[in-house]
């Protein structure tokens, strides 16, 4: 018969495996150490105190130690079961941790969350949007990367970014385009120009004006560039600046005029220098999209896309 115990020497059966050690294991010895009986300690699992027992035997075996001691009063550690209970103690709480670190990343309330945006539109409606998300999910780490167009697809296509905030890309590629909103194309004049107070300009009005825009390769390029073709005025005066403030110092200064979606006209500095109008004949409209990758979004990137969908709810300045 082979013995699932120790003899009188301490010797073990070696006829009988020593098994692994499994969270089992583990579970069931803590709850013997904890409750002093296993009578006790398997009325708190509701299992049999026969698998309590031949877990602790398993343990034993398995270590070449005894681990606790029976008697009247119940079940006593012995020094390896209290070094025993130690180590069980921090794989249970290592356990427990990591279970809850991933329940609250399913549930959204960890994680991060990466969005690559126009620099245009960081002041409008997505600064407020980002601080609402934050007041819920505290603990998520946010990053915000302001980028041209043809970057902020890359990076989503890459997985860089979890979202990306842009005008509808000419060529998305693999990833998602979901429109967020649309907005017309205004003109921005100095506060002191003929046509302020104006309720719109007409295109071709402009052939007589120095036109500020924005470097080619940016998203407001193409609809300036657009409109003036749509008026004739391809040989229009052009005069280009890198940075919306900067754009917004030379209208001021009274240096030009520029056309602009709606949207970008708070990016320009001080409001007291300029005003704003509807540029008409053509229309011209920004679309902007929400960009993701053809995957699964992270839970809070998931949660954020719904909170971003409603702050730009029939929006669009103008």
Do not use: K
């Not at 921005?188 to 719109?200: D, I, K, N, T």
């Amino acid at each position: 018969m082979t013995r699932t115990a120790p003899d009188a020497a301490g010797r073990w059966d070696d006829r009988l495996p020593a098994p692994d050690v499994t969270l089992t294991h583990l579970e069931y010895f803590h709850a013997v150490a904890r409750e002093g009986s296993f009578s006790a300690a398997a009325a708190a699992l509701h299992v049999a105190q026969s698998s309590l027992s031949r877990s602790m035997a398993a343990l034993e075996r398995r270590f070449g130690v005894e681990l606790a001691v029976r008697d009247a009063r119940g079940v006593t550690l012995t020094p390896a079961g209290e070094a025993f209970r130690r180590s069980a103690q921090s794989i249970l709480d290592a356990r427990a941790a990591g279970l809850e670190t991933f329940r609250r990343f399913t549930a959204g309330e960890a994680g991060s969350v990466h969005v690559a945006t126009l620099p245009s539109l960081v002041g409008y409606r997505l600064g407020p949007t980002i601080r609402r998300y934050r007041e819920r999910r505290p603990e998520v780490s946010f990053t915000i990367g302001d980028a041209p167009a043809g970057a902020i697809v890359a990076q989503v296509a890459s997985g860089e970014a979890d979202l990306g905030i842009a005008n509808r890309p000419a060529a998305p590629g693999p990833l998602r385009v979901e429109p967020l909103f649309d907005e017309p194309v205004h003109l921005v004049v100095p506060r002191e120009h003929r046509w302020a107070g104006r309720g719109g300009v007409a295109w071709a009005e402009l052939a007589a004006e120095t036109v500020i825009t924005t470097r080619a390769g940016t998203s407001v390029r193409p609809l300036v560039d657009a409109g003036l073709r749509a008026a004739g005025l391809d040989a229009a005066t052009v005069f280009e600046a890198g940075q919306l403030v900067t754009i917004g110092g030379l209208v001021t200064a009274g240096l030009g005029v520029a056309p602009l979606p709606a949207s970008t006209i708070a990016c320009l500095g001080p409001a007291d220098g300029f005003v704003s109008m509807p540029l008409r004949d053509p229309v011209l409209r920004r679309e902007i999209t929400l960009l993701r990758a053809d995957r699964p979004p992270t839970p809070a990137a998931a949660e954020f896309a719904a909170l971003l969908r409603e702050a730009y709810r029939d929006a669009g300045p103008g």
